[in-house]
């Protein structure tokens, strides 16, 4: 029964490795909150996918490249894992480093977020998991859970404890081969370019707390045992991170004048990647100072990629790449002679350098080449109208109930269509916030009614006669212009009848100005239940009233309209004040035609005003029309 019960030492490599696995949660909340609200989700699919196919890979061929017995110190070969026929404590190291190759792999999620195609980062996965990071791996770690050492750089003294430069550094490297590749995002730099925030950094700040946690497993459990080393690395490590953070907050807030979030979260993270290489070695003050070192050098990094215009997104390259040399050169620096296989920390240092050089000519020239090679086949980056949308929808035809909400808002701002509401489902994180938006809508709207109705009030004063609710001069002039145009293009004819009301300043003399404009009101009315819908009647002015008959049919016709005017407008109107009589005198001017001449309308309506005249001489009451002048024939 005893045979059965797993020792301490693999419970506790166990234990680490589920430690570690959080991480991923950890990658997936500070991701998703630096990132704007439409690619949150397509950058937590990521982390997921990386985690899936990193296993898969690991498990396929990566564990028997990286631990498999060496070639020459080179690889192993690339076998299945048939940890169903492994010992338990076998089985206990292939997890646990199943979830160091996971975590090589999501250190690139966030570097390359809001642009990259989902298949493009699938391919970046398999590049990381399934080649770089078990080959690098070998030369450092291969034999090191049997306590041998068999990779050629570990041959030489290489030391990397936890991974700052075989994890982080060679996530890092492959992260910045994949965001020169990609280039920035659109309106990140350049001439209008602007600093991009994220959308949740609550968020971002739990994914660190996280990481955190999920690092106590990852340097910890890296002693493949529970022996007295795990207290003083979990402790380390803590301190670690926390002076990381200080590093970077205080970098951050001397360069900006305000403490910032991406100081405080990169710096922790720094922290805790420099402490990988030598946690197991050091003591707190060296674990003080190396996490605040590490922190400005994540910080100072950040600016020199914003200087280069290297979109980087989170700030993975610096945290983990940078961070991560650092730590790697800290163990000649820190630790005790007498523990480094050198004996001496000039030679430590010089082999620590050789190292992260190697691993980083191999990491990034051939990521480099290859996505490079790939991105002539398989762009790797989204459509600029892709990046628009944001990748949630684009990459996957998933939404939330804020990215709708924001889609709506920015259509509305593009288009300034605002005449219908958001639709947003209720009882959602997004509902109230569309409440207040459709009620701002709303006063915008009411607003816009109330101006639009003001304007229209004035175009109205502007063109219409204020007495009768006829087209005014002006409005009428505009009219015999469009009239004549038409004319001219279609060889029709048009008329003009100019009409002056025979007998009403004697109403005026004699009623007063009230009746005269009431009898002015009921001409208007009669007018307008004459003429045709297409046919504009107008005020000229004073007792002066005109026609404008857009199309002439016959000429025949235009007489009978004539002769209409005249007999409903020579009449008694009955007045509150009396009885007051008046007739009409018209002239009509007809214009158009294939022969006619052109004229101007001031020439039309001077012609209809003489003929009115002639009307009036002729013994009022009744009509005279001119016809429109034609060309002479030579």
């Given at each position: 029964m005893d045979a059965d019960i797993l020792s301490p030492h693999v419970a506790w490599v166990l234990l680490a490795a589920f430690l570690v696995a959080v991480m991923q949660a950890g990658f997936t909340c500070l991701e998703s909150g630096f990132v704007r609200a439409k690619n949150s989700i397509h950058v937590a699919v990521k982390n997921l996918m990386d985690f899936c196919v990193s296993c898969f890979l690991f498990t396929l061929f990566g564990f028997g490249i990286m631990f498999g017995p060496s070639e020459m110190g080179l690889f192993g070969l690339p076998t299945l894992a048939h940890y169903e026929n492994m010992t338990p404590e076998t089985v206990t190291f292939?997890?646990?480093?199943?979830?160091?190759?996971?975590?090589a792999a999501t250190i690139i999620s966030g570097?390359?977020?809001?642009?990259?195609?989902?298949?493009?980062?699938?391919?970046?996965?398999?590049?990381?998991?399934?080649?770089?990071?078990?080959?690098?791996?070998?030369?450092?770690?291969?034999?090191?859970?049997?306590?041998?050492?068999?990779?050629?750089?570990?041959?030489?003294?290489?030391?990397?404890?936890?991974?700052?430069?075989?994890?982080?550094?060679?996530?890092?490297?492959?992260?910045?081969?994949?965001i020169i590749v990609i280039g920035p995002?659109?309106?990140?730099?350049?001439?209008?370019?602007?600093?991009?925030?994220?959308?949740?950094?609550?968020?971002?700040?739990?994914?660190?707390f996280l990481l955190l946690f999920g690092f106590f497993g990852f340097n910890g459990g890296s002693t493949l045992a529970l022996n007295h080393q795990v207290p003083l690395i979990v402790a380390n490590t803590a301190l670690a991170g926390a002076l990381g953070g200080l590093g970077g907050i205080a970098f951050s807030w001397w360069r900006s004048k305000h403490p910032t979030v991406a100081g405080i979260v990169n710096g922790t993270v720094a922290g805790l990647v420099a402490i990988c290489a030598n946690a197991n070695l050091v003591s707190a003050i060296d674990s003080m100072i190396i996490g605040?070192?590490?922190?400005?050098?994540?910080?100072?990094?950040?600016?020199?990629?914003?200087?280069?215009?290297?979109?980087?997104?989170?700030?993975?390259?610096?945290?983990?790449?940078?961070a991560g040399m650092w730590g790697t050169l800290a163990v000649a620096l820190f630790i005790d002679p007498e523990n480094l296989p050198t004996g001496n920390m000039l030679s430590q240092l010089g082999i620590q350098t050789f190292g992260i050089i190697v691993i980083g000519l191999f990491s990034m020239p051939l990521s480099y080449v290859l996505f490079r090679a790939i991105d002539k086949f398989i762009p790797f980056r989204v459509t600029p109208e892709e990046e628009r949308v944001g990748l949630n929808i684009a990459e996957h035809e998933a939404s939330s109930s804020l990215l709708d909400l924001i889609t709506q808002m920015d259509f509305q701002a593009r288009t300034g269509n605002f005449d219908r509401n958001v639709d947003v489902e209720a009882e959602t994180e997004a509902s109230e916030i569309a409440t207040f938006y459709n009620a701002v809508l709303r006063k915008v709207r009411t607003e816009s009614?109330?101006?639009?109705?003001?304007?229209?009030?004035?175009?109205?004063?502007?063109?219409?006669?204020?007495?009768?609710?006829?087209?005014?001069?002006?409005?009428?002039?505009?009219?015999?212009?469009?009239?004549?145009?038409?004319?001219?293009?279609?060889?029709?004819?048009?008329?003009?009848?100019?009409?002056?009301?025979?007998?009403?300043?004697?109403?005026?003399?004699?009623?007063?100005?009230?009746?005269?404009?009431?009898?002015?009101?009921?001409?208007?009315?009669?007018?307008?239940?004459?003429?045709?819908?297409?046919?504009?009647?107008?005020?000229?002015?004073?007792?002066?009233?005109?026609?404008?008959?857009?199309?002439?049919?016959?000429?025949?016709?235009?007489?009978?309209?004539?002769?209409?005017?005249?007999?409903?407008l020579c009449d008694t109107f009955e007045l509150p004040q009396g009885n007051a009589e008046i007739g009409v005198s018209v002239g009509v001017a007809v214009f158009g035609g294939s022969k006619a001449v052109h004229e101007e309308p001031e020439q039309v309506i001077h012609r209809a005003d003489e003929a009115m005249y002639?009307?009036?001489?002729?013994?009022?009451?009744?009509?005279?029309?001119?016809?429109?002048?034609?060309a002479s024939v030579a």
């Open positions: 292939f997890i646990f480093q199943i979830m160091f190759c996971g975590t570097a390359v977020s809001e642009r990259m195609r989902f298949v493009g980062y699938i391919i970046v996965t398999v590049v990381i998991a399934g080649v770089i990071y078990p080959i690098a791996g070998h030369w450092v770690w291969n034999g090191s859970n049997l306590g041998e050492t068999n990779g050629w750089l570990a041959k030489m003294g290489f030391v990397d404890f936890a991974g700052s430069t075989v994890v982080h550094g060679i996530g890092g490297w492959i992260a910045l081969s994949a995002r659109i309106g990140r730099f350049g001439k209008n370019g602007h600093k991009i925030e994220g959308h949740n950094l609550p968020m971002a700040v739990l994914g660190v605040f070192v590490a922190g400005a050098i994540a910080l100072m990094g950040m600016e020199l990629l914003d200087k280069y215009e290297i979109d980087d997104v989170i700030g993975a390259v610096p945290a983990h790449l940078f009614e109330r101006r639009q109705a003001a304007m229209d009030q004035l175009t109205k004063l502007a063109s219409t006669d204020a007495l009768t609710g006829l087209p005014n001069r002006r409005s009428f002039f505009e009219a015999i212009h469009r009239a004549m145009s038409a004319a001219k293009r279609n060889y029709r004819q048009g008329a003009i009848l100019f009409m002056d009301l025979d007998g009403f300043k004697a109403v005026n003399d004699n009623m007063g100005h009230e009746a005269g404009d009431e009898v002015l009101k009921r001409v208007a009315e009669r007018i307008n239940s004459i003429v045709r819908d297409n046919d504009i009647p107008a005020r000229m002015g004073g007792d002066e009233f005109a026609l404008l008959v857009t199309e002439v049919e016959t000429l025949d016709g235009l007489k009978a309209l004539a002769d209409r005017l005249i007999a409903d002639q009307a009036k001489l002729a013994g009022k009451g009744t009509w005279r029309l001119t016809e429109a002048p034609v």
